[in-house]
T-cell receptor, first 117, second 113 residues
Framework: AQSVAQPEDQVNVAEGNPLTVKCTYS??????LFWYVQYPNRGLQFLLK??????LVKGSYGFEAEFNKSQTSFHLKKPSALVSDSALYFC???????????????FGKGTSLLVTP | GAGVSQSPSNKVTEKGKDVELRCDPI?????LYWYRQSLGQGLEFLIY????????KSGLPSDRFSAERTGGSVSTLTIQRTQQEDSAVYLC???????????FGPGTRLLVL
């Protein structure tokens, strides 16, 4: 089964420090990987995705993610955290649906990021 | 509109009642999804519509759940005889092409008393 795992329920980081939110994947074939962010009482907002090409993917709000095939990881990173980055972060993998030849997303359980002033 | 919209934003209902949740996808997006976000289960796929094809209903948790999409646009998720375990945030997403990103609406927070 195509799945992702987020090993940390919560990550705490001081404002201005670099942040990393971890994600590992288990897929057959080439993975299509995504990061979404959810602010309190809001829906999910797309941050970035990896389909193919460069292993370092740049996304919204200064976030980036590094695809590492040997470690089956797709960690989310930001060089300098902001208090406003505090939110719930979800890693996801595309899963092909046999019906309709489309796909859905399998999500990790989410990681709560808290950035303190 | 600019993004996916959902209504109502919050719904409180009594156990046993039926509820309808609405999703308006981004204009031109051919695919529409419903997901459920709950404390115990995380984010779960429920159902997927692609164009005029029959929907993929494989994620629906029981036959009390159904969804339709009229005219290839607006979708309604119906939960019959609601149970307390149906309490969750129901998220709708849409995408344009096969390689495109899914964009999510703000969700409907359902509370079954």
């Amino acid at each position: 089964a195509q799945s992702v795992a987020q090993p940390e329920d919560q990550v705490n980081v001081a404002e201005g420090n670099p942040l990393t939110v971890k994600c590992t994947y288990s897929v057959s074939g080439n993975p299509y990987l995504f990061w979404y962010v959810q602010y309190p009482n809001r829906g999910l907002q797309f941050l970035l995705k990896y389909i193919t090409g460069d292993n370092l993917v740049k996304g919204s709000y200064g976030f980036e993610a590094e695809f590492n095939k040997s470690q089956t990881s797709f960690h989310l990173k930001k060089p300098s955290a902001l208090v406003s980055d505090s939110a719930l972060y979800f890693c996801a993998v595309r899963v092909l649906r046999e019906r309709n030849s489309g796909y859905a997303l399998n999500f990790g359980k989410g990681t709560s990021l808290l950035v303190t002033p | 509109g600019a993004g996916v919209s959902q209504s109502p934003s919050n719904k409180v209902t009594e156990k046993g009642k039926d509820v309808e949740l609405r999703c308006d996808p981004i204009s031109g997006h051919t695919a529409l999804y419903w997901y459920r976000q709950s404390l115990g289960q995380g984010l779960e796929f429920l159902i997927y519509f692609q164009g005029n094809s029959a929907p993929d209903k494989s994620g629906l948790p029981s036959d009390r759940f159904s969804a339709e999409r009229t005219g290839g646009s607006v979708s309604t998720l119906t939960i019959q005889r609601t149970q307390q375990e149906d309490s969750a945030v129901y998220l709708c997403a849409s995408r344009r092409g096969i390689q495109e990103t899914q964009y999510f609406g703000p969700g409907t927070r359902l509370l079954v008393l």
